[in-house]
């Protein structure tokens, strides 16, 4: 059972397109593992689409005849290649299957890399200015505590962790505010976490990273 | 129902937004329009969903963007997108209105991204995929399709119009994939797959009305 699930505004912007396209990607992964979620998604975009298309403009009608015209003398629009598609990721000789969200940004994934503590990271390169990753714990691994200035939102894709505040299991996603402390940590289980942190910047220079033990989970 | 669009006399209320009673314009009408682009290619069909959408995609995109160009770029767009992928559309996802507006949520996201002169940041349609041909059968279409028991299917197939029996004895009988059978009869992916969709669309109100 999902305990944990991104707030209503957190889905509106979501629904929109107004949220960061990082963030974007764990709250669609949430929603492709936890049918509740997916049920008000849907109820949004209904509310939504009669709320936003609910009121017409004047269109003159040269205008109007003109781009029906245009658009029936149209080409159809190309099809973009598919991308190489993933099924699943493989870390420290585990298996994981990728919810449909994930599986369409799977090229987007970049290599694992060991960070201390039991801890591996694969980058998902969504845009310049995000920061979101594949975070594997194998089992009795911990992040170092850490405070951070932004938000900080993540999804269990698999297993078990937890902080001093709860339990977190597959499907459970985590928002967390600013300038909240905790340190996950796994037990006997391992576990596959997508994690995304807003406003990476002022931790990519200088001194901020190398003191942050908590920052090269996102960066290099 | 709406009238046919006039060839040539183009009375001046046929372009007002408001000609037609709002109550005629149901989601089950616009459905239909849709079902009639996608399977027929209906001008006259899609004159009428045009009518219906593009002021009020204007009007949403205009408190989008304010910019009146960018505005018409993004209901040009949109409309060209109905026109060409109205088989994409499925009933069991949402009403029309739903569709062309997450059709235009999408479009909208890629103007914004592409002002931003990044080529490879993420794509509307990596995040939402709603004109995507091999995205576009969700596991829930997927779940609904596996209810219609292949019992059920061969008892009522007969009844369905030849081009919708074929493409289902093909599927669900001799268990080919839907682009078997758009290489087998020569006709579009998507064609097959709008097929697809009415004939179960039939067949399950048939196997309703016989319970
Ligand atoms: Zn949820």
Same mark, same amino acid.
């Given at each position: 059972?999902?305990?944990?699930? &991104? ?52 269109? #003159? ?12 003398? #149209? ?6 290649? &598919? ?6 990721? /493989? ?7 990728? &919810? ?11 290599? @694992? #890399? ?5 801890? @591996? ?25 850490? /405070? ?5 939102? /993540? ?37 596959? /976490?997508?994690? @995304? ?15 942050? &033990? ?7 | ?27 089950? $009408? ?20 045009? +009518? ?34 109205? $088989?994409?559309?499925?009933?069991? +996802? ?22 931003? +002169? ?94």
């Amino acid at each position: 059972m999902i305990k944990f699930h &991104p707030n209503e505004e957190l889905l509106v912007q979501y629904v929109q397109g107004n949220l960061d396209s990082a963030l974007a990607v764990v709250v669609g992964t949430h929603i492709d593992m936890c049918q509740h979620c997916k049920a008000h998604a849907r109820d949004i975009e209904t509310h939504l689409s009669a709320k936003e298309l609910g009121a017409s403009t004047d269109f #003159s009608e040269l205008t109007m005849q003109a781009m029906l015209e245009d658009i029936l003398n #149209s080409a159809a629009p190309a099809i973009s290649a &598919p991308q190489q598609i993933l099924d699943k990721v /493989t870390v420290e000789g585990k298996q994981f299957r990728l &919810p449909p969200a994930l599986k369409r940004v799977s090229h987007r994934l970049g290599d @694992w #890399s060991k960070v201390p503590g039991s801890v @591996w990271r694969a980058p998902l390169k969504v845009d310049d200015h995000s920061a979101v990753n594949l975070i594997y714990m194998g089992a009795g691994a911990s992040v170092p505590e850490h /405070t951070h200035r932004q938000h900080e939102a /993540t999804l269990v894709i698999n297993g078990t962790f937890n902080d001093e505040h709860d339990r977190y299991h597959d499907g459970d996603f985590v928002f967390l505010g600013a300038d909240h402390r905790h340190s996950p940590q796994t037990a006997e289980e391992d576990c596959l /976490t997508l994690a @995304w942190l807003d406003a990476p910047l002022q931790f990519t220079s200088g001194m901020a990273r190398l003191l942050n &033990p908590f920052s090269s989970l996102f960066f290099k | 129902m709406m009238q046919v669009m006039p060839e040539k006399r183009v009375n001046r209320q046929y372009m007002k937004t408001n000609s037609a009673s709002p109550q005629d314009i149901t989601p089950e $009408h616009l459905a239909a329009l849709l079902a009639e682009v996608a399977v027929q290619r209906s001008r006259r069909a899609f004159a009428e969903l045009f +009518k219906h959408f593009a002021p009020r995609l204007q009007s949403f995109a205009t408190r989008q963007f304010g910019n009146e160009q960018t505005a018409m770029d993004l209901v040009q767009e949109t409309m060209t997108n109905v026109w060409h992928k109205a $088989h994409l559309f499925s009933p069991e +996802k949402g009403s029309p209105t739903t569709w062309i507006f997450t059709i235009a949520r999408n479009i909208r996201f890629d103007i914004l991204r592409k002002s931003k +002169k990044n080529q490879n940041d993420i794509s509307a349609e990596e995040l939402w995929p709603v004109l995507s041909e091999e995205m576009s059968d969700s596991d829930d279409e997927f779940a609904i399709d596996q209810t219609i028991l292949l019992q059920e299917i061969t008892s009522y197939y007969n009844q369905l119009p030849d081009a919708q029996r074929e493409v289902i004895v093909s599927i669900y009988i001799e268990g080919k994939s839907q682009q078997e059978v758009s290489d087998e009869l020569g006709i579009p992916l998507g064609t097959v797959k709008s097929r697809t969709r009415l004939a179960l669309q039939k067949l399950r109100e048939l196997i309703t009305d016989h319970d």
